[in-house]
C-alpha cells in the first residue's frame, strides 16, 4: 500500500487526496486482521521522493537528495517474509521511520447527565499522552472503554 503524509498528517489544499490516502491505512488495518489467518502480512509506505508530482514543488538540488532509489529498501523489507504486518513506514531521502496512530488513555466521565463541559472541563486529562496505546485492532478500544465503565 502507499499512503501520503497528506492522508496521515494532513496538507492545505489535498483534502481529497489526504482522505484517499487516510483510506488506506483503514483498508490495511482491516485486511491485516483477515489475512492472519493465511499468514497475509500488508503494510503501507509513506514515500517522500521526487517524482513528477513533487518536480515543481522543491529546487533541484533538494529533488537530487529525494531519489525513489532512496525508498526502495523500506518497500522492498515491507514485502519480505520477515516485514512485520500493519506498519506505516515512512521514508525519504534514506530516513526511514515508523508512524502510528495512538490513543490517549483518556478519561471515564460516567453515563448520566454528560455534558459539553465535562469534555471541555476534562480535555487536559483527555488529551495527556501518558498511557497511551497503539492498537493493533478496534477491540483493544472498546476493551478499554469497557474497563473504565468497570472502573478500572
Known amino acids: 500500500m502507499t ?8 496538507n492545505f489544499g489535498q483534502s481529497n487526496y489526504g482522505a484517499a490516502k487516510m ?3 483503514g483498508f490495511m488495518n482491516t485486511i491485516k486482521l483477515e489475512g492472519q489467518k493465511n499468514n497475509i502480512h500488508i503494510n503501507a509506505i509513506s514515500p517522500v521522493a521526487a517524482t513528477r508530482m ?4 522543491m529546487p533541484p538540488e533538494v529533488l537530487a537528495k529525494l531519489k525513489p532509489e532512496y525508498v526502495t529498501p523500506g518497500v522492498v523489507f515491507l514485502a519480505s517474509d520477515e516485514a512485520p504486518t500493519g506498519a506505516i513506514l515512512t521514508a525519504g531521502g534514506g530516513s526511514f521511520a515508523l508512524s502510528r496512530i495512538y490513543e490517549t488513555e483518556g478519561v471515564y466521565l460516567g453515563e448520566g447527565g454528560l455534558s459539553v463541559e465535562e469534555v471541555r472541563d476534562s480535555w487536559a486529562k483527555i488529551s495527556d499522552p501518558t498511557g497511551q496505546a497503539a492498537y ?4 483493544e478500544q472498546g476493551g478499554k472503554f469497557f474497563r473504565k465503565m468497570a472502573g478500572g
Do not use: V
Open 23 to 25: 483510506a488506506l491505512i
Open 136 to 139: 493493533f485492532n478496534g477491540g
Open 3 to 10: 499512503t501520503s503524509s497528506s492522508g496521515l498528517y494532513g
Open 54 to 57: 513533487t518536480e515543481n514543488l
